[in-house]
């Protein structure tokens, strides 16, 4: 693993970074990118600080000197094998406990996980999840569009799925519409428009969804945000699970058995994906 520090040093990985009063550690509180290094390059780095800032300001904390985060991601980026997919993180966090408002930055980068490549060679299967969420109703408290740290949530929502036989989950809310997954974006083509779940309902707004919106708006092949039920999803010509590391990965089964394959669907959203992530 690579570590650089919010100074851009590179720090031994073996050695620890963060005190044991970190606010990040004791409450998950502060906010992550994951970001794709792809042949020695961290893409779509634009958009990654930019929610991270996003999702600062939704945390009330201290702006982060974006200067200084891009820096520590070139530095993160030239120290990596560029022959290996990296997992570029930029980890945020209110700082110590004991030394208020002097927030914590560090960048990592490890191996993207094996379960990435599988998921965009072979797809996916996915388990409906209820999220008591109303769509309607803003609950900045939720800190829905922010990248915040505390994950513990998701990551229990994914050994849920894997519980069940899945290997991943689709949230769906009170009001019945589509949300995310715990670690990606839902994007569905329903009569030739790629459709993605209005990023105001209480989702994380993704940068590899809006990297494909761009490409697909420049190809021609329309684009829209609307609310999704799952049985626009199990009807559409395909569905597709959008995330930084994964890119996209298709949907292949939504809970029983619900085969979603439509071989000659005219938009092929991993390629669109592959071309906004070559050029990002
Ligand atoms: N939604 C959630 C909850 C996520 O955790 C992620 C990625 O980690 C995404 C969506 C996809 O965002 P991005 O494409 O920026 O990686």
Same mark, same amino acid.
């Given at each position: 693993m690579i570590v650089v520090d919010g100074d851009g040093l590179l720090r031994d990985a073996d050695s620890p970074l963060v005190f044991p009063d970190d606010l990040g550690v004791l409450h998950g509180d502060g906010v992550f990118e994951t970001v794709l290094v792809r042949d020695g390059r961290a893409r779509l780095v634009d958009a990654h600080v930019a929610r991270l800032v996003d999702g600062a300001a939704r945390l009330d904390l201290p702006e982060p000197d974006i200067e200084a985060l891009r820096r520590a991601v070139v530095v993160a980026q030239e120290a990596w094998d560029e022959s290996i997919d990296g997992a570029l993180?930029? %980890?945020y966090t209110r700082g110590r406990e004991s030394e208020p408002s002097t927030p914590t930055a560090f960048v990592t980068v490890s191996p993207v996980p094996e379960?990435?490549?599988s998921a965009r060679r072979d797809g996916v299967s996915v388990t409906l999840l209820a999220r008591a969420h109303d769509p309607d109703v803003a609950a900045p408290w939720e800190l829905s569009g922010a990248k915040a740290l505390s994950y513990a949530r998701n990551t229990a929502a994914l050994r849920h799925a894997r519980s069940r036989g899945f290997d991943d989950a689709i949230y769906v809310s009170s009001a019945? *519409? %589509?949300l995310? *997954?715990?670690?990606?974006n839902v994007v569905a083509v329903i009569d030739g428009r790629l +459709?993605? +779940?209005p990023p105001g309902d209480g989702i994380l707004a993704g940068t590899t969804q809006a990297a494909l919106f761009d490409v697909a708006d420049r190809h021609g092949i329309r684009v829209q945000h609307r609310r999704m039920t799952p049985d626009d999803l199990i009807r559409a010509d395909s569905v597709w699970l959008l995330s930084s590391l994964t890119l996209a990965a298709r949907v @292949? @089964?939504?809970?029983?058995? %619900?085969p979603i394959e439509r071989?000659?669907?005219a938009v092929d959203v991993a390629e669109l994906v592959n071309e906004a992530?070559?050029?990002g």
């Amino acid at each position: 693993m690579i570590v650089v520090d919010g100074d851009g040093l590179l720090r031994d990985a073996d050695s620890p970074l963060v005190f044991p009063d970190d606010l990040g550690v004791l409450h998950g509180d502060g906010v992550f990118e994951t970001v794709l290094v792809r042949d020695g390059r961290a893409r779509l780095v634009d958009a990654h600080v930019a929610r991270l800032v996003d999702g600062a300001a939704r945390l009330d904390l201290p702006e982060p000197d974006i200067e200084a985060l891009r820096r520590a991601v070139v530095v993160a980026q030239e120290a990596w094998d560029e022959s290996i997919d990296g997992a570029l993180r930029i %980890v945020y966090t209110r700082g110590r406990e004991s030394e208020p408002s002097t927030p914590t930055a560090f960048v990592t980068v490890s191996p993207v996980p094996e379960r990435a490549a599988s998921a965009r060679r072979d797809g996916v299967s996915v388990t409906l999840l209820a999220r008591a969420h109303d769509p309607d109703v803003a609950a900045p408290w939720e800190l829905s569009g922010a990248k915040a740290l505390s994950y513990a949530r998701n990551t229990a929502a994914l050994r849920h799925a894997r519980s069940r036989g899945f290997d991943d989950a689709i949230y769906v809310s009170s009001a019945g *519409s %589509v949300l995310e *997954s715990p670690r990606a974006n839902v994007v569905a083509v329903i009569d030739g428009r790629l +459709t993605a +779940t209005p990023p105001g309902d209480g989702i994380l707004a993704g940068t590899t969804q809006a990297a494909l919106f761009d490409v697909a708006d420049r190809h021609g092949i329309r684009v829209q945000h609307r609310r999704m039920t799952p049985d626009d999803l199990i009807r559409a010509d395909s569905v597709w699970l959008l995330s930084s590391l994964t890119l996209a990965a298709r949907v @292949r @089964r939504i809970d029983d058995c %619900v085969p979603i394959e439509r071989p000659n669907c005219a938009v092929d959203v991993a390629e669109l994906v592959n071309e906004a992530i070559a050029a990002g």
